[in-house]
């Protein structure tokens, strides 16, 4: 059975940190593209952040880079997203996804920045 599971979201101030983490099991991980994307209230799911099976590729929204960091950890089965100097546009639940042949997604992890 498929799973992405995230975790880490919650309650920040305007210029916090958090970091997300999104645990896979159910397939190959190392084989997977994963990515962040996230909704806010009103607007359409966007892509913030990708990151290739091993790692030599990694891609930002423009509204995140310098900010925000992707990375992976394959013998984990886990993609972290590294969030620095959080703004209140960042609101939003972001979700990941596994994608290669086949997409998964995960339920998603609320991440709320206000002060």
């Known amino acids: 059975q498929v799973q992405l599971v995230e975790s880490g979201g919650g309650l920040v101030h305007p210029g916090g940190s958090l970091r997300l983490s999104c645990a896979a099991s159910?397939?190959?991980?190392?084989?997977?593209?994963m990515s962040w994307y996230r909704r806010a209230p009103g607007k359409e799911r966007e892509l913030v952040a990708d990151i290739s099976p091993a790692s030599r590729g990694v891609d930002y929204a423009e509204s995140v880079k310098g900010r925000f960091t992707i990375s992976r950890d394959n013998a984990k089965n886990t993609v972290y997203l590294q969030m620095n100097n959080l703004k209140p546009e960042d609101t939003a639940v972001y979700y990941c996804?596994?994608?290669?042949?086949?997409?998964?997604w995960g339920q998603g992890t609320q991440v709320t920045v206000s002060s």
């Open positions: 159910g397939f190959t991980f190392s084989d997977y593209a």
């Open positions: 996804k596994a994608a290669r042949l086949q997409v998964y």
